[in-house]
């Protein structure tokens, strides 16, 4: 997803000793579970796992459904999961009271916490979406990433990478609320210290057309 030159300017400033540290890149690195290891499986078949035959499949695959995103780029996702870990565990400064990846570009909006495994993670980890100036999904889209965040989905598509000889993510990820949205709409993060806070606001119109915000969904992080 970035060059090396790219990378090392991340990890230099990707540290500990701040209150806080916020990832910010155009593409969620943690979608819904099951398109998460969907793309896994795609990149490995697309790269051969399932023999020469398959790569042409894999490749409409991809095309059709976008799959170009954190997950299909499997060693980009571990060295950033790998950061994370770092920071979070303390080896690089004392850990934040949170981490946060601030993303859009999906045309829908979510906010999913992330567990790391193992004992040593002690900051809040967050993927927060917002795509306020969005497109709307055709049908079949949206409903595949509504039905991304379902155990059973995750489960088969999980399953389904593993046999492709993909690596399982390392942490686990979940909706912080019901499902996501797909109403136009923005995001406010607040930082008091070592407190964080955000809120999802949906743009409305009231009876005389004058446009504004409802607020969608609001939690406290730290």
């Known amino acids: 997803m970035v060059d090396a030159s790219e990378w090392a300017w991340i990890e230099d400033r990707a540290n500990g000793s701040f209150d ?26 697309c ?12 490749e409409r695959i991809r095309r059709s459904q976008d799959l170009d995103h954190w997950a299909s780029f499997q060693d980009s996702f571990a060295a950033l999961m790998g950061l994370i870990q770092r920071v979070a565990s303390g080896e690089k400064g004392e850990p934040p009271s949170s981490i946060t990846i601030l993303s859009g570009d999906v045309h829908h909006g979510y906010l999913a916490e992330a567990s790391l495994e193992g004992p040593d ?3 809040r980890i967050y993927q927060a979406v917002c795509s306020p100036l969005r497109n709307a999904l055709p ?3 949206s409903s595949l990433q509504h039905v991304a965040w379902t155990k059973p989905f995750a489960l088969a598509t999980y399953l389904l990478s593993r046999l492709a ?3 399982p993510a390392g ?3 979940r909706l912080t ?12 993060l607040q930082l008091d210290g070592r407190s964080a806070h955000i809120t999802f606001e ?20 730290t």
């Not at 540290?21 to 690195?29: F, I, M, N, Y």
């Not at 399932?50 to 894999?58: C, I, M």
């Not at 609320?177 to 406010?188: D, G, I, K, L, R």
């Open 20 to 45: 806080h540290l916020l990832l910010a890149t155009s593409l969620p690195v943690l979608l819904g579970p099951g398109m998460h290891y969907l793309q896994a499986w795609n990149e490995a078949v």
């Open 139 to 141: 049908g079949k889209k």
């Open 171 to 173: 942490l686990n990820w």
């Open 47 to 58: 790269a051969g796992a399932w023999g020469e035959q398959t790569k042409a499949l894999g």
């Open 177 to 188: 609320h019901e499902s996501p949205w797909y109403e136009n709409h923005v995001a406010t």
């Open 165 to 167: 000889g993909a690596k």
């Open 121 to 123: 993670a002690r900051s």
């Open 202 to 221: 949906e743009a409305v119109t009231d009876d005389s057309r004058d446009p504004g915000l409802r607020k969608l969904f609001a939690r406290r992080l």
